[in-house]
């Protein structure tokens, strides 16, 4: 009978301890990302033709204050590079690429040349938020719910905004 | 006193339980990521941002020039994407003959080229994926949700991995086949918000 309430409470605070863990690890990381382990920062080049895309991605994440996210000089090693490249027919707007020396922010011009404004942007601050570690919050499956509160939604042209929203924030805070 | 020895000790014994469950618990959490790390050099997923809900077969479909099951023949190129900038490097693509066995939208031929982003690169000596999204392999029976590129002159997947569907059994193609025909008539074409 003792070992039975033993067993019965140990499972009982198991559980719990499960369900407070869960509910921390609610965020959405990825393993991998672009800050530079030494300097704590993002150090970028560009050879990207949608500058006001890229600035204003850049600038969402870097106001938020925990990794600077500046370009790259003579003497600092880069962490990103912004280039385009042209896959009709993918559906892609763009991805972020790890690499073992500089990562890649790769935009599709087929698609880029076509969205608005608002999606441009949100797509570089989609990418650049990938570079943060932020993955996209619902995986591979479509969702009403993130797609009105994450602008990591793996649809950045179906989001009605271009900037980092709470939770995107939280998840930022969280990691960094 | 032993009543109070035996308490604390199976209290004592509970808590490392818990504890070393913990601890298990969150090294394995840790060690598995959303996304293939480019650690090992190996194999390395990108994270792709879509223009559609590629999981919304209606969309998939309405983006799509043309929907059809087929199976790979072979592997015909490896012809990737140039990238805007130095160095030369380009986004890995591979390209198969595949022959098609069943139309569900638009009306192909006998064997069209297919496009499928990833494969070998060779800048970093690795084999890039989109989403985990594994390379055609022949013999290979599919549904290829793609989309016609005139300038390339092939078929390209549309928002891998949902625009190519591996096929393992007749009944699963019955089902795809219901499932996308149903989607091409209820298909959302594909009209991105341009700026006026």
Known sequence: ????????????????????????ASAHYLIPDSVNDESGEIRWKEYTRYDDARNYGISQWHRLGRVPIVRDSANTPTDVVFRDFRDCGSGTVGYWQPNAGADFINFNT????????????????????HALRLAHPSGSRKSERWRKRSIMYYCSTCVPFSAPRTHDKNDYRGIW | MTLVRGTTARTLLALAVVTVGFVAYAVLARETPETGAAGGGEVVDVEVNYALEPTDEEQLVGFATNVFVGRVVEKVGAEGAPLSGPGGEV??????????????????????????????????????????????????????????????????????????????????????????????????????AADR
């Open chain 1, 1 to 24: 009978m003792g070992a039975k309430s033993f067993l019965a409470k140990t499972v009982l605070v198991a559980q719990l301890v499960l369900l407070l863990s869960v509910g921390a």
């Open chain 2, 91 to 192: 986004v890995p693509r591979t390209q198969f003959s595949v022959a098609v066995l069943e139309n569900i939208k638009g009306d192909l031929g006998d064997e069209v080229t297919v496009s499928q982003t990833g494969g070998y690169d060779g800048s970093e000596d690795r084999r890039v994926r989109v989403e985990g999204d594994p390379l055609l392999r022949p013999g290979q029976q599919g549904l290829f949700v793609t989309s016609h590129d005139e300038r390339e002159g092939w078929y390209t997947i549309v928002a891998q991995p949902f625009g190519d569907v591996r096929i393992e059994s007749e009944s699963q193609r019955t089902d795809l086949v219901e499932k996308f025909e149903r989607a091409r008539r209820a298909q959302v074409p594909f009209e991105p």
């Open chain 1, 110 to 129: 087929c698609y880029m040349n076509k969205v608005s404004t608002l999606s441009k942007r949100a797509s570089a601050t989609h990418e650049v938020g």
